[in-house]
């Protein structure tokens, strides 16, 4: 690889570790960036690619909003539509830790849920545990081939944490060919060209 394109494909890297997390958390949010708090209508399980927004600071907790999703789970307990809102409001304020669980459990009644299993890959990646992120993503592609968001994600994940260069690429050109119109494909489209371009040149 040439000097001035060496330099290129580094700071494109660094550009995508600073403002790629923003992105993609932009785009895991619920559908058209309305407050999780709104109604189990924002939920959606059907795991639908949810509106990009700009980048925002991360969520302040509402123990009010909080305390009331947990009495509610106490209430309804098989309800895992619940446990996916509040496991978001602690996503969004940085708190995986307390979401994973909440995910983990609401998937024990709908290992189906492609919102949840998303949402869990994300907090795992997030906190570091990225051979667990990265088995939620395959987890979820095979059960729904071309799923954006977790081809979105693990492509994230295989770029910017393991600096596997050309498996994060093959899943980004992944997401482009099954969903191309869709929001995930066109977050990552700088970056890909930016990919491909210091990448033809190794």
């Known amino acids: 690889m040439r000097k001035d ?12 570790l600073l403002l790629g997390y923003f992105v993609f958390e ?20 059907s795991g639908e690619a949810a509106t990009a ?24 307990p098989d309800d895992s539509q619940l446990r996916i809102r509040l496991g978001n409001l602690y996503l969004e304020a940085g708190h ?32 570091g545990r990225i051979d667990e992120a990265i088995a939620e ?13 977790a081809l979105l994600g693990l492509g994230r994940v295989r770029l910017y944490t393991q600096q596997d260069i050309r498996s994060g690429m093959e899943a980004w050109e992944e997401l482009v060919r099954v969903a191309p119109d869709s929001r995930e494909a066109q977050s990552i489209s700088d970056e890909l060209e930016a990919l491909r371009s210091a990448h033809a040149t190794n």
């Open 5 to 16: 394109n060496a330099v290129f494909f580094v700071g494109g890297l660094v550009f995508g």
């Open 26 to 45: 932009s785009v895991s949010q619920a559908p058209g960036g309305a407050s999780l708090s709104t109604g189990p209508e924002t939920l959606g399980s």
């Open 53 to 76: 927004q700009a980048p925002t600071s991360r969520r302040v907790l509402d123990p009010q909003e909080v305390a009331a999703l947990e009495n509610m789970i106490q209430q309804n």
């Open 96 to 127: 995986e830790d307390q979401a994973i669980p909440l995910f983990r459990e609401a998937l024990a009644g709908n290992p189906a849920d492609s919102h949840a299993r998303s949402h869990l890959a994300q907090s795992l990646a997030n906190v």
């Open 137 to 149: 993503y395959q987890t979820l592609l095979a059960n729904e081939p071309g799923n954006p968001q």
